[in-house]
């Protein structure tokens, strides 16, 4: 029985399934997608509003006091293109699917998506909250800890996962594999190294997420002025003309306290801050550092119990200037991954363009007179943002 000559369509739908197959981070958190990129003429910008939820203060006593709804919302901008460029001959689209997939579309969407992940990964830098264990191994009860996180954050049960890196994966699996009564989950995690879900959480691994190393921390850290608000903190002490904080390095103020989200009352647990762009020390030991969350004492957006005083001292998480592992908890709409359709070129060999869950990609070929050959490429567009960053927790280990 002769094969039948593979379409474009099936070729994507083929690419995509494989592509969204080895995306277990962008594939845990929220998908945007917009097709009115593909318009032909249209000018849509590249950002996406996302909606974030409003938030109110409780009055107290009998007298109104009414107070405006403010819509906020996150700007997701959608305009990084990555692809594979791929040659094949229209002999090579007589295989069946499965075999084209195998051979061809197999390890071209690895490579893609590898680095598709790895980018969205790097949004571990705007969270703030972490469990710092580092030098050691992971253990349950350090995610226990992350999961009083989410939890004291008002993170909704359903949608939480723990994304392990390959070492507390392999650290959780070990501590915890007496654990398990059921005879499948035990075997399972003997053949894949794959805890599944335990403690509110979907386990999963992934080979992609990096380390992360502080800056010096060199000097003893100031904040320098008392009744400092807003998303940056003026400080001082550190060693003159050092490059004394990394973008992602977390730290906390003395008595700067995390409030509850809802009541606003303290929580009498510090506050964790990230910092926002990597910041060295001017000749006289001074920083300006970029911090999130922001710095608010009061109103519906309040973060903390109040403003740091002058000379309260800072404390930087992790060893200086020494790599640690990275794993995340979180809520999947702590983050948010978006697609949008490319438009399809004229004139071209073949062309079609697929959306499966979310994901939207396109493939071209056109056919090469010069060199006989057909050249082929499949792109995505796409881009992410940390929505809610106080829905994730970075587990901070080895």
């Known amino acids: 029985m002769p094969n039948t000559l593979l379409s474009p369509t099936a070729v994507t739908r083929e690419a995509l399934r494989v592509l969204h197959q080895k995306l277990n981070f962008v594939g845990s958190i929220t998908r945007e997608y917009d097709e009115t990129f593909a318009k032909q003429g249209a000018k849509v910008g590249d950002t996406l509003k996302v909606r974030l939820p409003n938030q109110y203060v409780v009055r107290s006593g009998s007298t109104l006091a009414a107070q405006d709804t403010t819509e906020t919302s996150a700007d997701l901008k959608v305009q990084t293109q990555k692809g594979v460029d791929l040659n094949f001959t229209?002999?090579?689209?007589?295989?069946?699917?499965?075999?084209?997939?195998?051979?061809?579309?197999?390890?071209?969407?690895?490579?893609?998506?590898?680095?598709?992940?790895?980018?969205?990964?790097?949004?571990?830098?705007?969270?703030?909250?972490?469990?710092?264990?580092?030098?050691?191994?992971?253990?349950?009860?350090?995610?226990?800890?992350?999961?009083?996180?989410?939890?004291?954050?008002?993170?909704?049960?359903?949608?939480?996962?723990?994304?392990?890196?390959?070492?507390?994966?392999?650290?959780?699996?070990?501590?915890?594999?007496?654990?398990?009564?059921?005879?499948?989950?035990?075997?399972?995690?003997?053949?894949?190294?794959?805890?599944?879900?335990?403690?509110?959480?979907?386990?999963?691994?992934?080979?992609?997420?990096?380390?992360?190393?502080?800056?010096?921390?060199?000097?003893?850290?100031?904040?320098?002025?008392?009744g400092q608000s807003g998303a940056s903190l003026v400080t001082d002490g550190w060693t003159a003309s050092t490059a004394a904080l990394k973008k992602g390095d977390i730290f906390t103020i003395a008595n700067v306290f995390r409030v509850h989200p809802e009541t606003k009352a303290s929580t009498g647990i510090l506050q964790q801050f990230v910092v926002g762009a990597d910041a060295s020390a001017d000749g006289s030991g001074n920083i300006t550092v970029p911090i999130s969350p922001s710095i608010i004492t009061s109103g519906a957006q309040q973060t903390v119990s109040g403003s740091p005083a002058d000379n309260a001292a800072i404390s930087v998480a992790g060893a200086a200037s020494t790599a640690h592992g990275i794993s995340l908890a979180y809520h999947k709409s702590a983050f948010a991954f978006a697609t949008a359709d490319m438009v399809m070129p004229r004139g071209v060999d073949f062309a079609a363009r697929e959306v499966f869950d979310g994901i939207s990609m396109r493939i071209v070929r056109q056919y090469d007179i010069n060199n006989d050959k057909f050249p082929c490429r499949l792109d995505v567009l796409y881009g992410y943002k940390t929505l809610r960053p106080q829905l994730a927790c970075r587990l901070a280990n080895n």
Not at 113 to 142: C, L, P, R, W
Not at 152 to 170: F, S, W
Not at 198 to 224: I, Q
């Open 90 to 226: 229209s002999v090579d689209l007589t295989m069946t699917l499965d075999d084209f997939s195998d051979r061809v579309l197999e390890p071209a969407m690895s490579v893609l998506a590898a680095t598709i992940e790895a980018d969205a990964m790097s949004m571990y830098k705007e969270v703030n909250n972490q469990v710092t264990n580092n030098g050691a191994a992971a253990s349950f009860a350090k995610v226990l800890q992350g999961r009083k996180i989410l939890v004291d954050n008002l993170a909704p049960l359903a949608g939480r996962t723990c994304n392990l890196n390959t070492q507390d994966n392999v650290d959780l699996v070990d501590a915890l594999k007496g654990l398990f009564n059921d005879k499948d989950n035990l075997s399972r995690q003997y053949r894949e190294g794959f805890m599944g879900r335990t403690a509110g959480f979907d386990f999963m691994e992934n080979t992609l997420w990096p380390s992360h190393t502080p800056g010096t921390k060199a000097g003893t850290p100031l904040v320098n002025g008392a």
